[in-house]
């Protein structure tokens, strides 16, 4: 699984950087959907975040350096970080220099330790598709803002598995107690194939297309302009509050 995992996170940054390579200076600073953030600023969020998560799998004491310098600001730090990175002439490089570094790190992280992470620790997989998940959402931002088509790949499925594994995360951080029941959840892959969690007999279901459910747990999309089809009370109040990232909820976006 995780050398899966590592392949098509690689790929996804692949795809990322060679539509930002050839941006010129004005290409860069092009507005994104997220209020406030270039291209320039999405790559730098990646670039610094596979970097702290390289010093989390690596380094005691960067990492430890990294968790007391989020705790004095520690609703801003993410951001500011991002936006210090995204003015970096190197950007591009560190960024390439950093996944590739991080890569090569989980794939020699020892099997059934976990490190440690703003959440709760992460085994080298679950980081890699958190990683994995980030990149994909970004890159979704990136090309949004350079009008560039993107094509939805099975890869997402990772994505897609950690959106439903993130479902009781969601409602706890919302201060809502977490459903006791289990969700049957039927999504159609950009391949055409279905992708299916949950017990087949539930009785509250989730249907629809993956990329959408994707796009709906990494807030790049209003729940009225997806196709997914929520029967039962709890399943609709998730798709509300639905998110695969961890820390406090996100603005989410607003109807197309």
Request: negative net charge; aromatic residues 8%.
């Amino acid at each position: 699984m995780l050398t899966q995992v590592l392949a098509d996170l690689a790929a996804e940054g692949d795809r990322l950087e060679a539509l930002v390579r050839d941006l010129d200076a004005a290409g860069w600073q092009t507005p994104t959907p997220a209020p406030g953030w270039d291209v320039a600023t999405q790559v730098a969020h990646l670039a610094w975040t596979d970097e702290v998560a390289l010093k989390a799998a690596t380094d005691k004491a960067a990492w430890d350096a990294v968790v007391l310098a989020a705790i004095s600001d520690p609703e801003g730090f993410v951001d500011t970080e991002a936006v210090r990175l995204a003015r970096a002439d190197d950007l591009l490089d560190r960024w390439r220099a950093g996944r590739t570094a991080l890569r090569e790190a989980l794939t020699a992280y020892p099997h059934g330790e976990k490190m440690p992470w703003f959440g709760p620790p992460m085994s080298a997989t679950s980081m890699a598709t958190a990683r994995l998940m980030e990149t994909w959402a970004h890159s979704l931002d990136v090309h949004a803002g350079l009008g560039a088509p993107v094509e939805d790949t099975d890869r997402i499925r990772h994505v897609a598995h950690l959106g439903v594994r993130t479902r009781n995360f969601a409602f706890s951080v919302h201060g809502l107690d977490a459903p006791a029941e289990e969700f049957r959840i039927d999504l159609v892959s950009p391949s055409d194939d279905v992708w299916t969690w949950g017990p087949v007999d539930a009785a509250q279901t989730l249907t629809g297309s993956a990329g959408d459910f994707c796009r709906l747990v990494t807030q790049r999309v209003h729940r009225a302009d997806t196709d997914l089809v929520a029967t039962g009370p709890d399943v609709d109040r998730w798709l509300d509050i639905a998110q695969a990232f961890a820390g406090q909820p996100g603005e989410g976006r607003s109807p197309r």
